[in-house]
């Protein structure tokens, strides 16, 4: 979902936008789709449309004034990655070890 009438660029996964606390989920039906961060991004720098992509990847085209970035507002806070697994009683050692290294990093 994209506010204003500027073309979006796409990648395929579902997305949130909010503004003013109110969340809203949809889809994205750019004309151009694309998964990867850098296609992102230097799609964004040749005026394609708009990239939603982390801002601690574009920080050297904002201060050089390659790319703008679009109102606070709809610019939702990275509350971190989560983790699901199935809810067993017994894991593999593995897959403990990996749990227990990034509840702990």
């Given amino acids: 979902m994209v506010v204003a ?18 969340w809203k989920r949809g889809r994205v039906d750019g004309q151009l789709i694309l998964n990867s961060l850098p296609q992102r991004i230097d799609a964004a720098e ?5 990239a939603y992509v982390p801002e601690d ?16 507002a709809w610019c939702p806070a990275f509350t971190g ?16 070890f990996l749990i227990a290294a990034l509840r702990h990093s």
């Fill in 5 to 22: 009438r500027e073309r979006s660029l796409g990648y395929l996964s579902r997305r949130s936008v909010t503004r003013c606390a109110i």
């Fill in 46 to 50: 040749n005026g394609l449309g708009l």
């Fill in 57 to 72: 990847s574009i920080f050297d085209a904002l201060a050089e004034g390659r790319l703008v970035r679009v109102p606070e």
């Fill in 81 to 96: 990655y989560h983790l699901f697994y199935p809810s067993r009683r017994q894991h593999t050692t593995a897959f403990a």
